[in-house]
């Protein structure tokens, strides 16, 4: 595993933060971390990079405790909210960068990352004279530059217009096939949608869920089958496949626990000589599963 945490906590004076984190995050995946405003996703980010030292539990960020040296030479970082020198140019930032990560003769690196971000011919340009969007830009560049193993990107479209988004997703695409890992927090749920493999949804300080992206929306998906007037014996038939079964007028709502129940409640309800019109998934898209998961309260304010 890349990530490892075992009951990982992280608390401002016995307040906030995050609680009892226990996560795995697998070699070239790309993780979502999601949650409200305050529900401890920076405060745990911090804690990883190793920003943060821990109040309790333990973690393994490449094979190694955290803050060590070895493995943080091996990760890349860009936070929310951070801050270049004004006075200097980008192409300055990166260079001073480079010579932090004592990357040897990296003007082809630079070269290649500003290109890939869109600053190619902006890179001589004062970070002062630079639009949220080019900084974020020269953020992402940044967080690349040592060509990390594992990379934390913190709101990394936050600032950016749609075409900046999509050049972003396809980035993180682009790592995904190199076989980097992704650790990504972000609010636009449907961005993470698009590129995440697993997620874990934070609130309060606490994992309240996790798991495959595709299992969690399905987990929370439904069939509706509208169907004629149903067979005696068909509800009681249903039941013995699904998880739950609802009737009103024509329609039945049925919930099942794996994909592989799909047709055999198919199978059933034409088996028992109802006549079946239509039967499809109503699915929730992750935004409406993010809301209902956290619908149980105001998010704390635990120093995200």
């Not at 890349?2 to 004076?13: A, H």
């Not at 790309?30 to 745990?44: D, E, I, M, R, Y």
Request: charged share 30%; hydrophobic share 40%.
């Amino acid at each position: 595993m890349v990530i490892e945490t075992f009951n990982l906590t992280k608390q401002y004076d016995g307040k906030g933060g995050c609680v009892d984190i226990n996560l795995s995050v697998k070699e070239g995946e790309v993780f979502g971390f999601l949650g409200p405003n305050g529900a401890g996703k920076s405060t745990l980010v911090k804690t990883l990079v190793g920003l943060l030292r821990p109040t309790g539990g333990s973690a393994r960020v490449l094979g190694r405790p955290l803050g060590d040296i070895r493995a943080m030479g091996k990760i890349g970082y860009l936070p929310e909210n951070f801050r270049y020198h004004d006075w200097m140019t980008g192409l300055e930032v990166m260079r001073f960068h480079a010579e932090l990560y004592k990357i040897p003769r990296p003007a082809e690196r630079i070269s290649e990352l500003l290109e890939l971000v869109g600053l190619s011919g902006h890179e001589k340009k004062k970070v002062a004279g630079y639009s949220k969007g080019m900084q974020q830009r020269l953020g992402l560049a940044v967080a690349l530059l040592a060509d990390p193993e594992l990379v934390f990107l913190d709101e990394p479209t936050s600032a950016l217009d749609p075409v900046g988004r999509i050049e972003v997703r396809e980035i993180i695409r682009d790592l995904k096939k190199k076989g980097k890992t992704v650790f990504l927090n972000s609010h636009l749920l449907s961005e993470v949608e698009m590129v995440c493999d697993r997620v874990a949804i934070i609130n309060r300080g606490r994992i309240i869920a996790c798991g495959d992206l595709k299992d969690l929306l399905f987990e929370n998906s439904a069939l509706t089958a509208k169907i004629g007037s149903p067979a005696e014996g068909l509800i009681e038939e249903l039941k013995k496949i699904a998880v739950e079964v609802k009737l009103r007028e024509d329609s039945l709502t049925i919930k099942v626990a794996k994909r592989d129940d799909i047709p055999l409640i198919a199978k059933v309800i034409v088996q028992s000589e109802t006549p079946l019109y239509e039967l499809k998934m109503e699915g929730v898209s992750l935004e409406e599963l993010f809301v209902n998961l956290v619908r149980g309260g105001e998010a704390l304010d635990n120093g995200d």
